[in-house]
């Protein structure tokens, strides 16, 4: 098959992307993916053909203040609506006409854009079914699809059960529409103009319009709605690239004692003194290592925040780890809630300290707490007495890793995510010649 691919230029996003095309690329599978420069060489190491985005849309997702200036001065509510508009809602048309383009200039058998890709959603709705290719999404983000059963997305509110509950969550769905997300609602509906789309739209229910969604979530982390369809496959965490970062050269000298593993990820990690610094801090003297990720930034830009630059003795750190290698060994995760590392830790059973704060991360730290598999302490820049309290805490109580185990056995040893996508575009490719 001849598959097309897209996603926005952020890196939390392009890895399931890339993961999707290498994994279908080994199967033989002619692929090309639409995506920014940046990502190119590991576009073309993934087997797959690349395509570039518009300029004007290609931003460097480890400088977004620069595309989107302020997102330093928000937090909150008020931080995520200024990145919806800025990063998501401004590119959907340079996106719709960039992804009009490829499908212009080469016959695909099927779509697959990350489901944040804004420029699908105009596609769906201008191009009827039986004149384009099936359009398949998938999703590096909590469930957002507004529901009776749930707070809307963005608040970061838990689930409350019976008639209050969905009373609430009628009146906060109405509050978030017209009041606090009425400016993203104004500013997709005139991107979709631009885009030829006369109806108005939600992006939160964007997924209820492709052919399919592939939810890179485990069941037992997300919310139960009603609104949920067949259409919409949880399938897990994806498996890690072949291509995957090596042991650092201080792995075998790690030693017995238990791992905490401390991550800002791979965007919110401009600033180290927001968490891995006070954690690194909260754990100096306790009977633990402490291994830190940078998420790609030189490992001088953590060491320098320390007396000489030097780090506590029980510390390691590295630009990049592997994450199977390393969860295997891990007994606490510190991170400020990605969401793939979270997902991935619940794969290997490791319990969670979350501290989120911008993008999606409040929603998936209470997501953490909801399930029973972790601590959220409910800001991003937690002081070192609350980390070490929490992690003492989960270190203590067994009942965060056996849910976390729990969690994560549903997938089975055989868990094939890849094999997963391609029986659905095969099955969906019969259903259509019936």
Request: charged residues 20%; proline residues 7%; contains cysteine.
């Amino acid at each position: 098959m001849k598959l097309l691919l897209a996603s926005p230029p952020i890196h939390g996003h392009i890895l399931s992307i890339l993961g999707v095309a290498e994994g279908l690329a080994s199967r033989g599978h002619d692929i090309c993916v639409l995506a920014g420069q940046k990502y190119r060489g590991r576009v073309e190491a993934a087997g797959a053909r690349f395509l570039p985005l518009p300029a004007a849309v290609d931003f460097d997702d480890a400088d977004l203040d620069a595309f989107l200036p302020g997102r330093a001065d928000k937090r909150g509510i008020a931080a995520l609506r200024h990145d919806l508009i800025g990063i998501f809602m401004s590119v959907v048309p340079a996106q719709y006409r960039a992804l009009r383009s490829a499908l212009a200039t080469e016959s695909f058998d099927a779509v697959i854009t990350e489901l944040v890709f804004g420029g699908t959603l105009p596609y769906l709705l201008t191009t009827p079914r039986h004149r384009r290719p099936p359009v398949y999404g998938i999703s590096s983000v909590p469930v957002t699809i507004d529901s009776v059963d749930t707070a809307p997305f963005g608040l970061a509110l838990p689930p409350r059960p019976g008639a209050l509950g969905s009373l609430r969550n009628r009146a906060l769905n109405a509050f978030v529409h017209r009041g606090a997300f009425r400016p993203v609602v104004t500013a997709l509906n005139q991107a979709l103009a631009e885009c030829g789309v006369t109806q108005g739209a939600w992006i939160f229910d964007a997924a209820l319009s492709y052919d399919g969604v592939f939810q890179l979530t485990l069941p037992g982390l997300e919310y139960p709605r009603r609104e949920l369809t067949d259409r919409i496959e949880f399938l897990g965490p994806l498996p890690a690239s072949s291509s995957g970062t090596e042991l650092p050269d201080w792995w075998d000298q790690v030693g017995e004692r238990p791992i905490v593993h401390v991550t800002q990820g791979t965007i919110d990690n401009l600033d180290f003194e927001r968490l891995v610094a006070p954690t690194i801090r909260a754990l100096a003297d306790e009977p633990v290592t402490v291994v830190a990720s940078t998420g790609g930034r030189d490992v001088e830009s953590l060491t320098d925040l320390f007396p000489e630059g030097r780090l506590p003795a029980n510390v390691r750190v590295a630009r990049y780890l592997p994450y199977g290698a390393l969860l295997s060994r891990t007994s606490v995760m510190v991170t400020n809630g990605g969401f793939g590392g979270v997902q991935l830790a619940a794969r290997h059973g490791v319990p969670l300290v979350v501290a989120g704060a911008t993008e999606d991360k409040p929603e998936v730290a209470a997501r953490v707490a909801w399930a029973g598999m972790g601590v959220d302490l409910r800001t991003g820049t937690p002081s070192p007495e609350r980390i070490a309290q929490a992690v003492g805490t989960v270190l203590a109580d067994l009942r965060f890793a056996h849910q976390s185990a729990a969690i994560g056995s549903v997938l089975g040893a055989d868990h094939d995510p890849i094999s997963r996508i391609l029986a659905v575009i095969h099955e969906d490719a019969l259903t259509e010649v019936r």
